[in-house]
């Protein structure tokens, strides 16, 4: 009989305290810098990629970790760090699980490694879903893909919004609708490689928070590609799009199988950010004195941290849990990859709101990093599906029923 634990092995123990070294040695001296900069962190995104941090062969070793563990393990530590820095390196994985959870191995195997570029000349991919009247209403995207027979070429025509590395990105993924009377049913997802011609991006869009990260909207001017860059090919589409015209049901559709791959992680990122705010706040509590002791001798203080750690430890549960259920194929049949995401976001915006008012008017300064921690934190119940969503789809799957 196998003994139920929660320890991690000594792989993750591992993987974990390299990723914290890395974090807590070049990631978070230099956040206050590309905060306060706004531009795309590029020497330390070399760096992660000089040290094996960055690129397909650590995803792929993450990956394999059959308890599905060791991916989320690295986001928290490497979020902990910085978040807006951690997307920089990060945010590719995004278009790297559009490309696995739907293109074919030979698919793969071609724009994969041209997400990442090599050592010498990092490279970064953008995943490109949503736009200014499709966000959560993914079935209302207006990005049009047409193919074209004669030169086996499809043709993109929409614009793109929120677009992490948008523009900047060498690959560009794309969902696009190929029959808007069916929804999302109708969609597919498109490679853009490097330096096709009629993709162009607006300048840095500026934000509240993850500033280190590259952010914009996205512009497909009758963009043409090859025919090979419909992932899954053309032949599966084909018979997607005619079980979703005789009504048959769908298993899914791109843009939701790539978030449905990539939640658990998010809530992990989210998970780094909260102890992050935590940890400080605690340390800060001790070191703090006010009426000749430690500020976390008062109840209302110690309780709040207390508050922190539970929820922090909470969230960290539900993000394993899915974690561990996408990796062995479990169907999330209550909504558990959602679960996990939402939990974690909310945690990370309750978490770093109280380290600011546990700091008082030092947490409102930008001499102490819980203000950073704080403005990242808010987008967790934003992207990848906003905490609403999320409850949308929790619903759905508890209930059976159409919850609108």
């Given at each position: 009989m196998v003994e139920f634990s929660l320890d991690l092995n000594e792989e993750q123990r591992d993987l974990r305290d390299w990723v914290h070294g890395f974090a807590s040695e070049v990631v978070r001296p230099a956040a206050a810098e590309?905060?306060?900069?706004?531009?795309t962190p590029w020497p330390i995104i070399q760096e992660a990629a000089k040290v094996g941090l960055y690129g397909f062969e650590f995803l792929a070793t993450c990956w394999a970790?059959?308890?599905?563990?060791?991916?989320?393990?690295?986001?928290?530590?490497?979020?902990?760090?910085?978040?807006?820095?951690?997307?920089?390196?990060f945010g590719t994985s995004l278009a790297v699980a559009a490309i696995y959870g739907t293109g074919t191995p030979d698919q793969l195997v071609e724009w994969v490694p041209q997400c990442f570029g090599d050592v010498d000349s990092p490279t970064v991919a953008a995943f490109c879903s949503s736009e200014p009247e499709a966000g959560s209403d993914v079935?209302?995207?207006?990005?049009?893909?047409?193919?074209?027979?004669?030169?086996?070429?499809?043709?993109?025509?929409?614009?793109?919004?929120?677009?992490?590395?948008?523009?900047?990105?060498?690959?560009?993924?794309?969902?696009?609708?190929?029959?808007?009377?069916?929804?999302?049913?109708?969609?597919?997802?498109?490679?853009?490689?490097?330096g096709t011609a009629g993709l162009s991006a607006t300048r840095k869009l500026r934000k509240l928070g993850l500033r280190a990260s590259h952010t914009a909207d996205v512009f497909l001017d009758d963009v043409r590609v090859?025919?090979?860059?419909?992932?899954?090919?053309?032949?599966?589409?084909?018979?997607?799009?005619?079980?979703?015209?005789?009504?048959?049901?769908?298993?899914?559709?791109?843009?939701?199988?790539?978030?449905e791959l990539s939640r658990p992680t998010v809530g992990a990122q989210a998970l780094g950010v909260a102890r992050a705010a935590y940890e400080?706040?605690?340390?800060?509590?001790?070191?703090?004195?006010?009426?000749?002791?430690?500020?976390?001798?008062?109840?209302?203080?110690?309780?709040?941290?207390?508050?922190?750690?539970?929820?922090?430890?909470?969230?960290?549960?539900?993000?394993?849990?899915?974690?561990?259920?996408?990796r062995n194929?479990?169907?999330?049949?209550?909504?558990?990859?959602?679960?996990?995401?939402?939990?974690?976001?909310?945690?990370a915006v309750s978490v770093t709101e109280k380290a600011v008012q546990l700091l008082g008017g030092a947490g409102f300064l930008r001499d102490h990093p819980v203000e950073r921690w704080y403005r990242d934190a808010k987008i967790y119940t934003i992207f990848e599906g906003t905490s609403e969503i999320q409850r949308l789809v929790i619903s759905r799957a508890i209930s059976g029923m159409q919850i609108r």
């Amino acid at each position: 009989m196998v003994e139920f634990s929660l320890d991690l092995n000594e792989e993750q123990r591992d993987l974990r305290d390299w990723v914290h070294g890395f974090a807590s040695e070049v990631v978070r001296p230099a956040a206050a810098e590309w905060d306060a900069r706004e531009e795309t962190p590029w020497p330390i995104i070399q760096e992660a990629a000089k040290v094996g941090l960055y690129g397909f062969e650590f995803l792929a070793t993450c990956w394999a970790d059959p308890t599905g563990l060791s991916l989320p393990i690295a986001s928290e530590e490497l979020f902990w760090g910085d978040a807006g820095i951690g997307l920089s390196i990060f945010g590719t994985s995004l278009a790297v699980a559009a490309i696995y959870g739907t293109g074919t191995p030979d698919q793969l195997v071609e724009w994969v490694p041209q997400c990442f570029g090599d050592v010498d000349s990092p490279t970064v991919a953008a995943f490109c879903s949503s736009e200014p009247e499709a966000g959560s209403d993914v079935g209302a995207m207006r990005t049009r893909a047409r193919y074209d027979e004669a030169t086996d070429e499809w043709v993109l025509r929409g614009q793109k919004a929120y677009a992490t590395n948008g523009g900047i990105a060498g690959v560009h993924v794309v969902i696009a609708s190929v029959e808007p009377e069916l929804g999302s049913r109708g969609q597919a997802a498109f490679v853009v490689p490097p330096g096709t011609a009629g993709l162009s991006a607006t300048r840095k869009l500026r934000k509240l928070g993850l500033r280190a990260s590259h952010t914009a909207d996205v512009f497909l001017d009758d963009v043409r590609v090859p025919g090979r860059c419909l992932l899954g090919g053309k032949e599966a589409l084909d018979e997607r799009l005619a079980r979703a015209r005789s009504g048959q049901r769908a298993s899914g559709q791109a843009a939701m199988r790539t978030f449905e791959l990539s939640r658990p992680t998010v809530g992990a990122q989210a998970l780094g950010v909260a102890r992050a705010a935590y940890e400080y706040a605690l340390d800060y509590a001790k070191e703090r004195v006010q009426f000749d002791r430690p500020i976390i001798t008062n109840q209302a203080v110690a309780f709040a941290l207390a508050d922190m750690k539970m929820e922090i430890d909470a969230a960290r549960l539900l993000v394993w849990r899915a974690s561990w259920m996408g990796r062995n194929n479990r169907p999330f049949t209550a909504g558990e990859g959602s679960m996990s995401k939402l939990k974690a976001g909310e945690v990370a915006v309750s978490v770093t709101e109280k380290a600011v008012q546990l700091l008082g008017g030092a947490g409102f300064l930008r001499d102490h990093p819980v203000e950073r921690w704080y403005r990242d934190a808010k987008i967790y119940t934003i992207f990848e599906g906003t905490s609403e969503i999320q409850r949308l789809v929790i619903s759905r799957a508890i209930s059976g029923m159409q919850i609108r």
